[in-house]
C-alpha cells in the first residue's frame, strides 16, 4: 500500500482530518528546506506539498510566485529537490511528500529519468498543474510503474464528466480548488464547497482534500467539516516570505502556525484517537 | 500534400495541447464548442467579413516595392499592406473574431494580453466599438518602451495593469492575463494576441488571421498571373506567419520563411528565437519550441522589438518546422534597424520594428532567388509606434 494511500486510511480510522502544508522548495534558500518539512511535520503536518518552483507559475498569486522567484534565484532545481526529499525520508520514513508544480521542469528533465530518480528519493505523488486528464496519457503510466500517485485538481468549473474521467485516472487523493482563482486569495464560500464535495462524492471513493483559501484555524475547521483533508499554503508562504531574512526562525514559527491549524481540525472530533 | 491540423485534441503533431489548470479546462471546452458551431455558420461568416471590410479596410494592398527590389536585385519584392488595417496591425483581424464570439458567448469583458502593444490597441478598440469591458496587461518593461501605444489603449477605455513578475515582458503579461481569467472565468473572454495559449486558441486564431493569405493568393492571381515563390514572414507568437502561410500549405510550390527576432545573435543568450535555438517544452497551455534552462525554468529574451520578445512560439510553427514545411530563420537588432530604414526611405513606409525583421531577410533572400522570382513579405505593421524606440537608440531627443 503507498504511503498516501495507507496515511489517509489510518486517519479514516482515527475518524481525523488530514493536513497537507504546502511549501516551495528552496524557499527562501535551499538550505532550509529539509528542517523546514520536519518542522511541519512536528507541527502535525499529515502530508507534505513540496512546490517545484516555476518560473512562470501561472496559476498561483503573488506570494507563491514570490517564494518561486526567491528559490530560483539559488537556482533550485528538480534534482536538487528529489534529493532533499531523498534526505528528508533519512529520518522520516512515514510522512507521504507529494511534489506539486507544472509540467516543464519535469518535462525537461524526461518523465521516465524523473520518476525513476523520484522514487528513489522518497516521494509518494505528484500534482501537475497544468496536466489535464486529456493529456496525461504520456506522463501516468510511467509515474504509476515507479510508484507513484498522480493526484488531480478539481475545480468549481468541473463538470460531472470531467469529475469522473479525473477520478478514474488519479489515485492518493483529489485536490479539490475551492474557489475560481489563483492560490492565495482570501475568500472562501463554505457553502459552495460542500455542494462541490457531495456532487465530487458521487464519482470517486479517493479521499478529498480542499485548498485555496485556508489560512487560518477557522477557515480550516469550516473545511475539515467538509473534507477528508485541508491544504494550507500561501498563508505558511507568507510566514517564509516575511522572515526570509531570519531563516533560522523558521522552523519554529512554521511548526507554532501548523499546531493551531492542527487543533483546529482535531477540534472537530474531540474523542478521536490520538497518533 | 494533405494537411489536416489540429487533431481532435488540438494537437499539432506532438506540439499543441491543453495544458492547464483544471478550473480552465471546462471554459476552453464551451469556446471550442461555441467556435466550432459558429465557424461555418453564414451568418456569422458574413458578420466577420463585414467588419473585416468596412471596420478594418480589408482587403489590404498587394504592393509592389519597386525601389526596394531595384535597390537589392534579383526577386521582387511585395509586401502585404497588415500596416494599413484599421490600428496599424494585422492584430484586429484576430481581435474582431475574438470579439464576435465573445458576444455570442453572452460575455461582459475581454482581457487581453499585449507585448508591442498592437493587439492590445485592437483588443481595446473593439471593445469600444461592442460596448465591453477591456482590460490589457502588458509588462512593466515594455509599457516603458510602447508608451504610445499605452496611452492609445487608455484613450479607447481600456485599463492597463502593468505586469511587475518575472521578466516584466509579453510572457508575463500573458501569465497575468491567465490568472484574471481564471479568477473572471463567468463573465470574461480572454482574447488571445497570438497562435499560442490551449487550443483552441491557435486553430482558432489561425484560422481569422487566415484572410490574409487567402487574400495574397487572389491578389497574386490577378497581379502577376501565378503565386508567389516565396513568403516571408516574421514569428514572435506567429499570428502573422500563419495567417499568411496557412492558405499556402498546399502550393507545394511556394516557399516559406519565418523570422525570428535573432537579438545580439542567436550564439548569444540575447535574442529570442526558440525554434531556431530552442527546444521542445511546455508554455501558456501548449507544447511547443521554448527557451528553457537545463532546469525547465523558461528563460528571459532580448529583441529589440517588444512584439517578438517571447520565449515560446505557436505549437502550428513548431509542427511546419519538424515536418520541413516552413524554413525558420532570424534577423538580428541591427539588420531589422537597418530594413526600417532602408524601407523608410526608399519606399515612403515605416515598418513596425516586428515587420522589419522579415523585411531584413527578405534583403538576403531577393538576390539568393534572382530575378524574375517573387517573394510575398507580411508587412505586419507600421512603425509609428516604434518611432521613440528608434530616437533613443539612435541618441536622438524628441522632446
Known amino acids: 500500500m503507498s504511503r498516501l494511500k495507507s496515511r489517509f486510511a489510518a486517519l479514516k480510522a482515527q475518524n481525523r482530518k488530514a ?3 504546502y511549501i516551495t522548495a528552496g524557499d527562501p534558500q535551499p538550505d532550509v528546506t529539509v528542517g523546514l518539512m520536519h518542522a511541519l511535520v512536528r507541527g502535525g503536518a499529515d502530508v507534505i506539498e513540496l512546490g517545484v518552483p516555476f518560473s512562470d507559475p501561472m496559476a498561483d498569486g503573488p506570494t507563491i510566485q514570490l517564494a518561486c522567484e526567491r528559490a530560483l534565484k539559488h537556482g533550485t532545481g528538480l534534482w536538487q529537490i528529489l534529493d532533499m526529499v531523498a534526505e528528508f525520508r533519512r529520518t522520516d520514513a512515514d510522512t507521504p511528500v507529494v511534489l506539486m508544480g507544472y509540467l516543464n521542469p519535469l518535462e525537461t528533465r524526461g518523465v521516465e529519468a524523473f520518476a525513476k530518480k523520484a522514487q528513489a528519493s522518497g516521494v509518494d505523488g505528484v500534482l501537475l498543474v497544468d496536466l489535464a486528464v486529456e493529456e ?5 503510466p510511467t509515474l504509476r510503474a515507479h510508484g507513484l500517485d498522480c493526484i488531480f485538481l478539481l475545480a468549481p468549473t468541473s463538470p460531472d464528466d470531467r469529475i469522473a474521467a479525473i477520478a478514474r485516472e488519479a489515485s492518493g487523493y483529489l485536490y479539490y480548488v475551492s474557489l475560481k482563482g489563483v492560490t492565495g486569495t482570501a475568500t472562501l464560500d463554505v457553502a459552495s464547497v460542500a455542494a462541490a464535495l457531495a456532487r465530487i462524492r458521487r464519482h470517486t471513493d479517493l479521499p478529498l482534500a480542499v485548498g485555496f483559501g485556508i489560512r487560518d484555524a477557522a477557515s480550516a475547521r469550516a473545511i475539515g467539516a467538509l473534507a477528508d483533508g485541508v491544504v494550507v499554503g500561501s498563508a505558511l508562504v507568507a510566514e517564509i516570505e516575511r522572515l526570509q531574512l531570519q531563516p533560522q526562525a523558521l522552523p519554529g514559527i512554521l511548526q507554532e502556525k501548523l499546531a493551531s491549524l492542527r487543533a483546529a481540525l482535531d477540534s472537530l472530533a474531540p474523542d478521536a484517537a490520538q497518533r | 500534400m494533405s494537411y489536416d491540423y489540429p487533431d481532435k485534441k488540438g494537437h499539432f503533431g506532438p506540439y499543441g495541447g491543453q495544458f492547464v489548470a483544471e478550473t480552465l479546462m471546462e471554459p476552453l471546452r464551451q469556446l471550442e464548442a461555441a467556435y466550432l458551431r459558429l465557424k461555418d455558420d453564414p451568418a456569422f461568416i458574413a458578420e466577420f467579413d463585414r467588419d473585416l471590410a468596412d471596420y478594418v479596410g480589408r482587403p489590404s494592398p498587394l504592393y509592389h516595392a519597386e525601389r526596394l527590389t531595384r535597390n537589392w536585385g534579383g526577386a521582387e519584392i511585395w509586401l502585404k499592406r497588415e500596416d494599413l488595417n484599421h490600428t496599424g496591425a494585422h492584430k484586429v483581424n484576430n481581435t474582431i473574431g475574438q470579439a464576435l464570439l465573445a458576444k455570442h458567448l453572452g460575455k461582459t469583458r475581454i482581457i487581453a494580453e499585449t507585448g508591442a502593444g498592437q493587439h492590445g490597441v485592437a483588443s481595446a478598440t473593439i471593445a469600444a466599438r461592442l460596448g465591453l469591458k477591456c ?5 512593466a518593461e515594455d509599457v ?6 499605452v496611452y492609445r489603449m487608455k484613450l479607447l477605455g481600456a485599463e492597463v495593469r502593468p505586469v511587475h ?35 483552441p486558441y491557435p486553430m482558432l486564431v489561425r484560422d481569422f488571421q487566415s484572410v490574409i493569405g487567402r487574400e495574397v493568393i487572389e491578389q497574386s492571381a490577378r497581379k502577376f498571373g501565378t503565386q508567389p515563390d516565396a513568403l516571408l514572414a516574421c514569428v514572435g507568437g506567429g499570428s502573422n506567419a500563419i495567417g499568411l502561410f496557412y492558405p499556402f500549405i498546399g502550393y507545394d510550390k511556394v516557399a516559406m520563411y519565418g523570422v525570428e527576432a535573432g537579438g545580439k545573435g542567436v550564439e548569444t543568450p540575447d535574442h529570442a528565437a526558440p525554434l531556431t535555438a530552442g527546444k521542445p517544452g511546455i508554455l501558456h497551455g501548449n507544447r511547443t519550441y521554448i527557451m528553457a534552462d537545463e532546469n525547465g525554468q523558461i528563460l528571459g529574451t532580448h529583441s529589440i522589438s517588444a512584439g517578438l520578445d517571447y520565449p515560446g512560439v505557436g505549437p502550428e510553427h513548431s509542427w511546419l518546422k519538424d515536418s520541413g514545411r516552413v524554413s525558420y530563420v532570424s534577423a538580428t537588432d541591427d539588420e531589422a534597424l537597418a530594413a526600417f530604414h532602408e524601407l523608410t526611405r526608399l519606399e515612403g513606409i515605416i515598418p513596425a520594428l516586428e515587420s522589419s525583421h522579415a523585411i531584413a531577410y527578405a534583403k538576403k533572400l531577393a538576390p539568393k532567388l534572382g530575378a524574375g522570382k517573387r517573394i510575398v513579405v507580411n508587412l505586419s505593421g507600421r512603425g509609428d509606434k516604434d518611432i521613440f524606440t528608434i530616437a533613443k537608440l539612435e541618441g536622438i531627443s524628441l522632446t
Open chain 2, 144 to 149: 516603458q518602451r510602447q508608451s504610445p501605444n
Open chain 1, 19 to 21: 493536513l497537507v502544508p
Open chain 2, 165 to 199: 513578475s518575472g521578466t516584466k515582458t509579453l510572457k508575463d503579461a500573458m501569465n497575468e492575463a491567465l490568472r484574471d481569467w481564471v479568477t473572471n472565468v463567468d463573465d470574461t473572454f480572454y482574447v488571445i494576441g497570438t497562435v499560442a495559449g490551449p487550443h
Open chain 2, 135 to 139: 482590460v490589457v496587461y502588458m509588462g
Open chain 1, 136 to 140: 496525461a496519457d504520456g506522463y501516468l
